[in-house]
Nanobody
Framework: QVQLVESGGGLVQAGGSLRLSCAASGRTFSRLPMGWFRQAPGKERDFVAGINTNGGGTWYADSVKGRFTVSRDNAKSMVYLQMSSLEPEDTAVYYC????????????WGQGTQVTVSS
């Protein structure tokens, strides 16, 4: 089991930037592929970005490519999501997630952090 706690959400104007952080504990963080998801009101939770165990591989949803960057610091058991050129459509609750059981399914989740982008 891994515990995940997100932080860094808030209110930002369109075109602005935010950096989300996710602190992990309870498992060997460096062995866990990590990801970020988001859920807007009335919509399903969608994949945003993923990162492999050593940070050498990252992948993104088309909607955020070129604007968002995922990274990790295994020494600190942290994963980050740098968000730039934010748009009102990016407004959502953002969740950090981990793959703890192998395969490609995310099975551990944080509580989420709200990001609101005003126009």
């Amino acid at each position: 089991q891994v515990q995940l706690v997100e932080s860094g959400g808030g209110l930002v104007q369109a075109g602005g930037s935010l950096r989300l952080s996710c602190a992990a504990s309870g498992r060997t963080f460096s062995r866990l592929p990590m990801g970020w998801f988001r859920q807007a009101p009335g919509k399903e939770r969608d994949f945003v970005a993923g990162i492999n165990t050593n940070g050498g591989g990252t992948w993104y949803a088309d909607s955020v490519k070129g604007r968002f960057t995922v990274s990790r610091d295994n020494a600190k058991s942290m994963v980050y999501l740098q968000m730039s050129s934010l748009e009102p459509e990016d407004t959502a609750v953002y969740y950090c997630a981990a793959q703890t059981r192998g395969g490609h399914s995310y099975d551990s989740w944080g509580q989420g952090t709200q990001v609101t982008v005003s126009s």
